[in-house]
């Protein structure tokens, strides 16, 4: 399965529609699969992507997690939360195991690839440069620090939602959110030091 690089704060998914497609799914639905595979795909790959920052790694973590959602259909309860979300838990939980396999640091070819709209070429190579130095801080990050940023800065969750989806309080996601701030400040500070 192909999928386009992530978009920046795409929003939650319509609850009713997902839902819906998910039980058409738990049935053995492949055309709701299908169409619950389209709704879910970019948030995917944007959490996958920064979590794991790699791309490729990205996409198999993805395939993955929809293989699952093909697969356990059947134990999704809508009353105990949205698809999204249950998905989410999906994804994560197989992201951070793939985070203990691959190397934390991205390719600088890979850093370079990062689509960049700005028409100056210095913008667009100082641009790049700081899109590299955060790349490169985010992964040396540990994983669940890596994981609530990208949640909380990157997907626009809140505190709630990430706790959620972590299996902890949002209290803890407070303190993880403040520790990997500080820890991403001083990489960053070091990465500008000559």
Known sequence: MKMDAPAPGSGPLMPSLATALMLRVAQGDAAAFTQLVRLLERMALGLAWRTLNDRVEAEDACQQAFARLWTQAARFDPARGNVEAWFRRILV???????????????????????????DPEAQAIARDDQARLAAAMARLNPRQRLALSLFHGEGHSMAEIAAQMETTAKAVEGLLGRARNELRTIMNESVMP
């Open 93 to 119: 939980n197989l992201c951070l195991d793939r985070r203990r396999a691959i190397r934390p640091v991205q390719s600088i070819d890979a850093a370079f690839d990062l689509a960049d709209t700005a028409p």
